[in-house]
């Protein structure tokens, strides 16, 4: 059979190596695999694909980012034609599956294709591992490792100089990375989207934390945490309602501005790191290669089964079933998760 395998969304480390996996699988049943280039969007131009041999996917597997490249942007339901223009570039390829590797936006796009008809099924990633229905999304572990190391680095010159440090992580809707990389990496104060942190709650905290002699506290804030509405707020500060409803918009900038309202309101020096792109960069940890690896081969095993509509995904461990569509839906921190992490704090 044949096989087009693509990556979309934001890059997360392993993706590279689940591209290997599929590829590997597939090229030992005597299937051809078909790249396409970067994401949805290849699949509307002709021609935008490679054919993937044992040679291009040699050395690739300890790699970052995606050899076949990933656009965050494109979606073509919402592209006049888009659907059309996808239906006709499988036909004309003579695609028999598609394996769609990315996060929510990927998914939910997969998922429409296979109830039209199209043969597709995918493989979960997202460094935010915030997809329902599997208990691992690749790239997380990779990028929780980033999170943790600097949380280490930043540790030792935080106490050097007694200052407050906050790390901004990314998880734009989502607080599982600042979750896991701030119980990692011993944060002293963690606020992610889905629990409301008052303003006087952290200056209580980062106060009692100096009177008891710690040296220094390491702040973790996930980028999209509303601070709006997470209370950051004292009552009758005009000039920081606006500056609220500015992070709101903005959502980038959350580290540097809560940074500033930390100093500016416990005195204690603050500094802000945003760490950024560097968690999707880089090396995939051995869990992710291992992981893309077992969904990799499991994904070309639904592909040869006809398993479309639906994908491999972990759980427990193990890998199970799951329909695409459920798998594309948010899935949030659980209470549980974030006590454990406030048993430090
Ligand atoms: O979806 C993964 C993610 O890491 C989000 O947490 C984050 O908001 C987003 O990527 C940032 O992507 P970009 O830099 O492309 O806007």
């Known amino acids: 059979m044949k096989i087009g395998i693509l990556t979309a969304g934001g890059d997360a480390p392993g993706l590279n190596a689940a591209i290997r996996a599929v590829t590997g699988a597939a090229l030992a049943c005597g299937d051809e695999v078909i790249g396409v280039h970067d994401g949805w969007g290849g699949l509307m131009r002709d021609g935008h694909v490679v054919e993937l041999g044992r040679a291009e ?14 656009s965050s942007t494109c979606d ?17 390829l003579g695609l028999d599956a598609i394996v769609a590797i990315g996060g929510d936006g990927t998914l939910r796009i997969a998922s429409v294709f296979a109830e039209m008809g199209l043969p597709v099924t ?49 998880g734009r809707d989502t607080g599982w990375l600042a979750v896991n990389g701030g119980i990692a990496g011993g944060a002293d104060m963690i606020i ?58 903005g959502m980038r900038g959350v580290g540097e501005r809560l940074a500033s309202l930390v100093e500016r309101t416990t005195k204690i020096p603050t500094r802000a790191t945003v760490l950024g792109r560097t968690q999707r960069g880089g090396m995939p940890t051995a869990h992710d290669r291992i992981w893309a690896t077992r969904v990799g081969v499991a994904a070309h095993r639904f592909a040869r089964e006809g398993r479309f509509g639906c ?25 549980e998760w974030y006590e454990l992490a406030r048993v430090f704090f």
């Open 76 to 92: 073509p339901l919402m592209v006049e034609g888009g659907i059309d223009q996808v239906a006709a570039t499988v036909r004309g």
């Open 122 to 170: 995918a493989i979960p990633k997202t460094i935010d591992n915030d997809l329902s229905g599997t208990d691992y999304c690749l790239g997380f572990d990779s990028a929780v490792a980033v999170v943790v190391e600097a949380l280490d680095r930043l540790h030792t010159t935080a106490a050097s100089h007694h200052h407050v440090m906050v790390i901004e992580v990314m």
């Open 311 to 335: 994908m491999p995904v972990v759980r427990e461990s193990r890998i199970a079933e799951a329909q695409i569509a459920d798998v594309a839906m948010k899935n949030v921190v659980p209470r």
């Open 192 to 249: 992610i989207p889905e629990f409301p942190v008052s303003l006087d709650d952290l200056v209580n905290h980062l106060h009692r934390r100096r009177d008891g002699g710690a040296d220094c506290s390491l702040v973790v804030v996930a980028e999209g945490a509303d601070l709006g509405s997470l209370k950051l707020l004292r009552s009758g500060d005009a000039e920081d309602v606006e500056r609220i409803e500015h992070f709101r918009m």
């Open 57 to 70: 996917v040699a050395s690739i597997l300890p790699l970052g980012g995606t050899i076949l490249g990933a």
